[in-house]
């Protein structure tokens, strides 16, 4: 069973900079692919957005058009940890932001098959 647990949300101005971290522990019974998602505010659980993947092995990473190129995820496989560097930073950037992961590696951007989930970090841009 896995657990993950989310750190590094905070508060910023617009066009500034977070890095989150993902902390992992416990274990699936295969190598699971991890998603960021995040959940704005006033969204339900189910409008949560995919942001990144993060692949098993050091694959390359996905994400979604509204994140390319401001956005980086990686890991740390010693130390069993999820980034996500978040670089200019808009309002709209606004959520909560959650790691989550799916031991089939199915459609990263789909939330119905992730197994597990941490309880999320909140990040606000002001403007």
């Known amino acids: 069973h896995l657990q993950l647990r989310e750190s590094g949300g905070g508060s910023v101005r617009a066009g500034g900079s977070l890095t989150l971290s993902c902390e992992i522990s416990?274990?699936?019974?295969?190598?699971?692919?991890f998603t960021w998602f995040r959940q704005a505010p006033g969204k339900q659980r189910d409008e949560r957005e995919a942001?990144?993947?993060?692949?098993?092995?050091?694959?390359?990473?996905r994400y979604s058009g509204f994140v390319q190129g401001r956005f980086t995820a990686s890991q740390d496989n010693a130390r069993r940890i999820l980034y996500l560097q978040m670089n200019d930073l808009r309002p709209d950037d606004t959520a909560m932001y959650y790691c989550?992961?799916?031991?089939?590696?199915?459609?990263?951007?789909?939330?119905?098959?992730?197994?597990?989930w941490g309880k999320g970090s909140l990040v606000t841009v002001s403007s």
């Open positions: 942001v990144a993947s993060v692949v098993p092995g050091g694959g390359n990473s």
């Open positions: 416990g274990d699936s019974y295969r190598d699971p692919c």
């Open positions: 989550a992961a799916d031991p089939e590696c199915g459609d990263w951007t789909d939330t119905f098959v992730m197994d597990y």
